[in-house]
């Protein structure tokens, strides 16, 4: 059972470019989350999703940022005019409930976006 | 909304201990602990749930008090693969969803 995919693992864009960050679960879990972490930095919580559904996206900025989960397919995270503050590693985690109770979260190698 | 870590960062030798803490300053419903080593992924190690229980994992264990808002990470006997950066991730009820993390501990344990 293969664990959470993430690609790229690494992405360098120019300013004004757009991201796209690619997130597939594991088998079975239909809950995916997107942490954004900066350097010597903790996780922080950007949106959660269930299939065709964004159920919680309060940390997520307000504008150039969104995420969708569709029926088939991984999850994207798609940041639009990236600026250098965007830059970050970006990490998705699957879990097959809500990440609530005895429900462990199993996290991909993550995405480190660089722009330029 | 994010839980405070301490301390933020300590060097052990091998065979040492260390307590690394968590507090939050709204109530708590459940603390995660991962562990990320640098370059990787985070790595869950356990869930405690409100009831001021304890659960262990190898040498590794930890408490939760939900009155005092805080859980602390006990790590006895340090092996070098212990080091990494620890984040304690807290939940703040049924349906909330999502967890908030801390800022991480890093822990860096030499021979």
């Known amino acids: 059972n293969a664990g959470v995919m993430q690609n790229p693992r690494h992405l360098v864009r120019r300013r004004g470019q757009e991201a796209r960050l690619r997130c597939s679960p594991m088998?079975?879990?239909?809950?995916v989350y997107w942490y954004r972490q900066l350097p010597e930095e903790g996780l922080k919580f950007m949106v959660y999703?269930?299939?065709?559904?964004?159920?919680?996206e309060s940390g997520m900025p307000k504008e150039r940022f969104s995420a969708e989960f569709p029926k088939e397919g991984p999850s994207i995270l798609r940041i639009q005019q990236v600026v250098r503050g965007d830059s970050a590693a970006y990490f998705c985690?699957?879990?097959?409930?809500?990440?609530?109770?005895?429900?462990?979260?199993?996290f991909g190698q993550g995405t480190r976006l660089t722009v330029v | 909304q994010q839980p405070v870590q301490s301390p933020q960062a300590v060097i052990l030798r091998e065979g040492e201990d260390a307590v690394i803490n968590c507090s939050s300053s709204?109530?708590?419903?459940?603390v995660h602990w991962y562990r990320q080593k640098h370059g990787e992924a985070p790595v869950f190690l356990m869930i405690?749930?409100?009831?001021?229980e304890q659960k262990g994992h190898e040498k590794i264990s930890a408490s939760f008090n939900e009155k005092k808002q805080q859980s602390s990470l006990y790590l006895t006997a340090s092996q070098l693969s212990y080091s990494g950066t620890y984040f304690c991730?807290?939940?703040?009820?049924?349906?909330?969803?999502?967890?908030?993390f801390g800022t991480g501990t890093r822990l860096t344990v030499i021979p």
């Open positions: 405690l749930l409100k009831g001021g």
């Open positions: 991730g807290t939940e703040r009820g049924t349906g909330a969803n999502n967890l908030f």
């Open positions: 088998k079975g879990h239909s809950h």
């Open positions: 709204k109530a708590l419903y459940s």
């Open positions: 985690a699957s879990s097959p409930r809500g990440q609530t109770s005895n429900t462990e979260a199993f």
């Open positions: 999703l269930q299939k065709e559904n964004i159920i919680d």
